[in-house]
């Protein structure tokens, strides 16, 4: 029977362990109704996980015992880093909880030409993330980045091996040919497209310009397709 896990900020050990953060504690006796003797998994964001046994519950805290501490051999290597234009709040919530879950390693909100919403609450979207880390069996939390304008953008993806922008213009994705990246960041626009200058910007710093095939997808959609094409690609 598969275990429910949840995420811990704190380094994990053998032995006891107390849980009195309420949310997380809600969450394991009152929603999801975790008795004395079952056992859980918790993980610390470090790829190690342990097996938990708990042993109390009082009104405000669970009692633990780790029996186990393993590494988590799901991560994929590859570094992937997702920049991706500021969308709709639900639109953007959905890139980083399926990003999260294929495997992306930083979000990197982004400001172009054409973003029209700015506003964004990444209190709410981390929590999005850890909840999809807890789900899909990841053993870290995606670093999730205050948005950044997308010439500063352009300038901290130079160090990558492999730096992708995703446009309509772009060759076929098949072309990608380099296989031996480990670090890799993709580009995704805003609803409106690229503006011609930023594609500019993007040739001149040696960037691949790839599409996602003969249709115009939303933003959405397209970080989702291309974060789990790039991560499965290099895996």
Known sequence: MRK???????????????????????????????RVGEEIILFDGSKKEGICKIVGLSQNKLLGEI?????????PEVFVTLYCSILKKRNFELVVQKATEIGIKKIVPIICGNTIKLGLNLERLRKISIQAAEQSGRGILPE????????????????????????LSGKDFSELKNFSA????????????WKNAELEVAKKENFEILNLGKLILKGETA?????????????
């Open 67 to 75: 029996l186990e501490i393993k590494e988590n051999e799901r991560e």
């Open 144 to 167: 999730i980045l205050e948005p950044k304008d997308f010439n500063e953008a352009i300038k901290e993806a130079r160090d990558s091996d492999l730096k992708i922008l995703f446009d």
């Open 4 to 34: 429910d896990r949840f995420f811990v900020n704190f380094r994990l050990k053998k032995g006891q362990v107390i849980i009195e953060n309420a949310q997380l504690f809600h969450r394991i006796r009152n929603v999801l109704r975790k």
């Open 223 to 235: 970080a989702i397709v291309a974060s789990f094409l790039i991560v499965n690609q290099f895996k």
């Open 182 to 193: 480990k670090n890799i960041s993709i580009f995704i626009g805003p609803e409106g497209g």
